[in-house]
């Protein structure tokens, strides 16, 4: 399973870091990932890292403003945002996933963390 995400409020401009940690024993065996919802869309695809950490992946409205890490030691993902815009405003959703995690998929058994609220203003 995933929890403890914290989220907030911040500025333009400004920076937030996104939390995830898992339980299980089989923590560094899980794709991690990061979604979000914006009021009224779809939930999108953010970013992905391997399970070694190795390779990460993002989405072109984040790349470059945006980096996720993962620590296996503490079961632990992470989501740094910097630079965030108004368009960031969403709620933000981390995954686990025993398969793949791909921009239009998930693979396999996967778990959902609780959502956390990121506002931007303007």
């Known amino acids: 399973s995933a929890a403890g995400v914290w989220g907030g409020l911040v500025q333009a401009g400004g920076s937030l870091r996104l939390f995830c940690a898992a339980s299980g024993r089989a923590f560094r065996s899980y794709d991690m990932g990061w979604f979000r919802q914006a009021p009224g869309k779809e939930r999108e695809f953010v970013a992905v890292?391997?399970?070694?950490?190795?390779?990460?992946y993002y989405a072109g409205s984040v790349k470059d403003r945006f980096t996720i890490s993962r620590d296996n030691a503490k079961n632990t993902v992470y989501l740094q945002m910097d630079s965030l815009k108004f368009d960031d405003t969403a709620v933000y959703y981390c995954v686990v996933s025993e398969g793949s995690i791909t921009p239009s998929y998930i693979h396999g058994t996967h778990y959902w963390g609780k959502g956390t609220q990121v506002t931007v203003s303007s």
């Open positions: 890292i391997s399970r070694s950490g190795d390779t990460t």
